[in-house]
């Protein structure tokens, strides 16, 4: 159970190799282990990384106490999604309108997926893109839509995902109260920042990839990213899964999880695609993100931002 711990000024693998001489420890080449990984976001440093990544390291060991890869992300991105630490579920960021609204997205290798997006009042995002998932014969469902699905399969709903310290820091920010050109207007100088949570497991033969968000921070209400974008946010077939994380734009346009799972398609290793993956972004978009890698030979982690923490686990 180890982390990719932030480090300060990092860019490409560089900060990824490093990690890996600090412990991030690669899972042998056994097919019949639970193998996941888990990440917490890709941006700057954090004030407190230590409870962050305790709480990653909680969320990795409860994942890799399931016994089929599906099981094993949802309960792992569930305990994320419950933390304030983290921009998903509880604490997610905040909309120009006040509201924190989810999205997340599933897929396993055998191309199964689901997907939901702006939802009001769901912490467990990623259980509902499984609901979309395995009860209905879409692949996603959004808004207040995805919510009352959500809610008919056990999924709770109505849930205040708004911290304390982000209702207060809203506030303080002057919030438009006309329309959308308002709202444009005013996030204009605000809006940015990217932070994600995300699992992709491995076992016997299988693999499961899920990210959650609550979006970027001062988005326009009603913006949806690249998290329940198949190939974007997420991505799974044989060879392997991805979860990315970072500026949502962006990784959409260059659909950053597809790029990573080709690589697997076409011979790397996790680490290797992970790497790769991150170096075109870069090249492609100048823009910030991270990425992380499973597949039956082990798992892979990078990113360009300042810092991205993660934790493995096997059982």
Same mark, same amino acid.
């Given at each position: 159970m180890l982390a990719v711990l932030p480090a300060a000024a990092s860019r490409l693998a560089d900060p990824v190799e490093a990690a890996v001489s600090r412990g991030l420890m690669r899972a042998g080449n056994t097919h019949t282990t639970m193998r996941i990984i888990v990440h917490g976001g890709a941006g700057g440093s954090p004030d407190e990384p230590e409870p962050r990544q305790e709480v990653l390291d909680e969320a990795a060991e409860t994942g890799a106490a399931e016994s089929d890869p599906v099981d094993a992300v949802e309960a792992a991105v569930n305990v994320l999604e419950a933390s304030d630490r983290f921009n998903a579920g509880y604490g997610g960021a905040v909309q120009s309108d006040g509201a924190v609204r989810t999205d997340a997205g599933l897929m396993t290798s055998d191309r199964e997926t689901g997907a939901v997006a702006s939802m009001d009042g769901v912490r467990e995002a990623i259980s509902a893109a499984r609901v979309v998932m395995e009860e209905t014969p879409h692949i996603f469902v959004a808004g207040e839509? %995805?919510? &009352? !699905? %959500? &809610? =008919?399969? +056990?999924? =709770? @709903? &109505?849930? &205040? !995902? !708004? @911290?304390? =310290?982000? *209702? =207060?820091e809203y506030a303080d920010e002057d919030p438009p109260t006309a329309g959308p050109k308002a709202h444009l207007e005013w996030l204009e100088e605000r809006f940015g920042g990217h932070d994600t949570v995300g699992a992709v497991a491995f076992h016997e033969g299988e693999v499961a990839a899920a990210t959650s968000t609550g +979006? *970027?921070?001062? %988005? !326009? %209400? +009603? *913006?949806v990213g690249d998290v329940p974008q198949v190939g974007s946010g997420f991505y799974c077939t044989p060879a392997g899964g991805a979860s990315a994380t970072g500026a949502g734009e962006d990784i959409a346009k260059v659909t950053l999880t597809q790029r990573a799972v080709d690589k697997l398609e076409a011979g790397a290793d996790a680490q290797t695609a992970a790497d790769d993956a991150i170096a075109e972004f870069d090249d492609l978009t100048g823009s910030s993100a991270g990425v992380i890698v499973c597949d039956d030979e082990g798992t892979g982690a990078a990113f360009n931002s300042d810092a991205m923490q993660t934790s493995t686990a096997t059982r």
């Open positions: 839509h %995805a919510v &009352d !699905l %959500a &809610d =008919e399969f +056990g999924v =709770e @709903t &109505d849930v &205040d !995902l !708004l @911290t304390p =310290e982000k *209702r =207060e +979006g *970027r921070s001062w %988005a !326009l %209400a +009603g *913006r």
